[in-house]
Nanobody, 117 residues
Framework: QVQLVESGGGLVQPGGSLRLSCAAS????????MRWYRQGSGKERELVAS????????TYADSVKGRFTISRDNAKNMVYLQMNSLKPEDTAVYYC??????????WGKGTLLTVSS
């Protein structure tokens, strides 16, 4: 079955960096675009970044442009989110998403990022 497992969250000071990872299994990873979402406390889940199946097309939320970079390694079935210049407002649970795999969306359980001094 499809599984997405996020890792790499933690506590970071403002201005710091962190890289999130998502390990995917159970589907033809290289055939699908992937996304990172986040949900802060009391907020709606928002799309942070997306990457096409071969990594040529990247999109970002305005709030993270220039600070976050999404990437993937199709040989390892991994997708990453490099986050730099972190701000307290980046604090959220970050979710890996595989959209429209055999007609449905799949989600990981999320990893918590806390940006605080």
């Amino acid at each position: 079955q499809v599984q997405l497992v996020e890792s790499g969250g933690g506590l970071v000071q403002p201005g710091g960096s962190l890289r999130l990872s998502c390990a995917a299994s159970g589907f033809s990873f290289s055939a699908y675009g992937m996304r990172w979402y986040r949900q802060g406390s009391g907020k709606e889940r928002e799309l942070v970044a997306s990457i096409s199946s071969v990594g040529r097309s990247l999109t970002y939320a305005d709030s993270v442009k220039g600070r976050f970079t999404i990437s993937r390694d199709n040989a390892k079935n991994m997708v990453y989110l490099q986050m730099n210049s972190l701000k307290p407002e980046d604090t959220a649970v970050y979710y890996c998403n595989a959209p429209r795999v055999s007609g449905r969306d799949y989600w990981g359980k999320g990893t918590l990022l806390t940006v605080s001094s």
